[in-house]
């Protein structure tokens, strides 16, 4: 997988695909909310905001990619519904930052939830 295709995985809440390609060391940042720090870190993480994910409906829409280097910017939208009712709606970016074997070093995460 190329870095684009990557992060875009990761910001549609595929995490398992990714998996492979994480850096050991790898940071994520979700601002103003919490830091994980490590792969197995991230990949716990994953798995719990898969199991929420799972536990609703989902809709993401993504609304820009920007590829510079190794480093990807994406941002876009999160429409979450139980039993057909919108539960909850997020506008989110992600950056993203590889290495030189095209690992994910480093995920910055923007999210801002409609009130």
Not at 10 to 36: A, C, K, M, R, T
Not at 53 to 71: M, P, Q, R, Y
């Amino acid at each position: 997988m190329n870095i684009k295709s990557l992060a875009q995985a990761f910001s549609n809440g595929e995490f398992q695909s990714i998996f492979p390609y994480l850096d050991n060391d790898i940071v994520w940042q979700v601002v103003g909310e919490s830091e994980f720090l490590g792969k197995e870190a991230v990949m716990q993480q994953c798995l719990q905001v898969k199991a929420y994910f799972n536990s609703l409906t989902t809709h993401f829409e993504t609304i820009n990619c920007l590829v510079d280097g190794n480093k990807v910017a994406i941002n876009g939208t999160a429409a979450f519904h139980i039993n057909q009712k919108p539960k909850t709606f997020v506008w989110a970016c992600d950056l993203y930052e590889f290495n030189e074997e095209n690992q994910l070093q480093r995920i910055t995460s923007y999210c801002i939830t409609k009130k």
